[in-house]
């Protein structure tokens, strides 16, 4: 191991690949769906819980399947419970 992947799990590695094809506008889609529906609904969940949000509201954008979908609205239901 090199001492540029030291404490680097390899889901990191794939965290930090994949972030080299961020689809920006799709994730300042999802940011701001997130953040007006949270505001319709008066909810303030903290930072690390809206951010786990946006992700999931990202990832359902770019790959809609049932999978996404499940992912998406156990956080959604966590959040607004």
Known sequence: ??????????????ATD??????????????????????EINKKPPPNEVAELILATYDL??????DTLVKFLRILFRIIE
Not at 18 to 39: M, P
Not at 61 to 66: H, L, V
């Open 18 to 39: 994949s972030c080299a094809v961020l689809d920006r506008e799709r994730l300042t889609q999802a940011i701001e769906e997130i953040i007006e529906g949270l505001a």
């Open 61 to 66: 954008m770019y790959d809609p399947t049932k």
């Open 1 to 14: 191991m090199d001492s540029e992947n030291i404490g680097e799990s390899h889901t990191d590695k794939e």
